[in-house]
């Protein structure tokens, strides 16, 4: 299957590595899109599918078994990534390590962190 990238901001923004991610995370047979978003995108889309009148850092929707969307929206990875101590590149790859653990069916807790500690150090150079 494949991984596209599209984005509907204007920012420049260096995606390298994000199919290598997808792929070790969900395997090969599934399909994902990812899509980089800014912060009125990304607090419609919220209210609209969770009901949160507030700007998300990530958004993930199962399409299917194989396929789903990620949304990482790309102002708030610049303002927030000071606050886990990773660059911007490193922590908007954590927010898509995140979001292909949902898919996997991960739910947020202690089992979801240790996976994402083991996937940020494997596929990040700094932390």
């Known amino acids: 299957m494949e991984t596209t990238v599209s984005k509907t901001i204007r920012t420049t923004w260096n995606t390298s590595g994000y199919s290598e991610i997808v792929r070790g995370v969900l395997g090969l047979d599934y399909s994902l899109s990812v899509v ?14 969770r009901n949160k009148d507030k700007v998300a850092n990530v ?15 790309i102002p708030k990875v610049k303002r927030d990534a000071h606050l886990f ?7 908007a790859k954590f927010l898509l ?30 932390r």
């Open 59 to 73: 958004l993930t929707f199962p399409l299917s078994k194989t396929a789903g969307e990620i949304y990482i929206n």
């Open 36 to 49: 980089l978003i800014g912060d009125k995108r990304s607090k419609i889309l919220n209210k609209q599918f």
């Open 97 to 126: 390590i995140h979001g292909c653990l949902h898919l996997k069916g991960y739910t947020h807790g202690s089992t979801m962190e240790k996976a994402e500690d083991t996937l940020l150090s494997k596929y990040t150079t700094l």
């Open 85 to 91: 101590g990773l660059s911007t590149k490193n922590y």
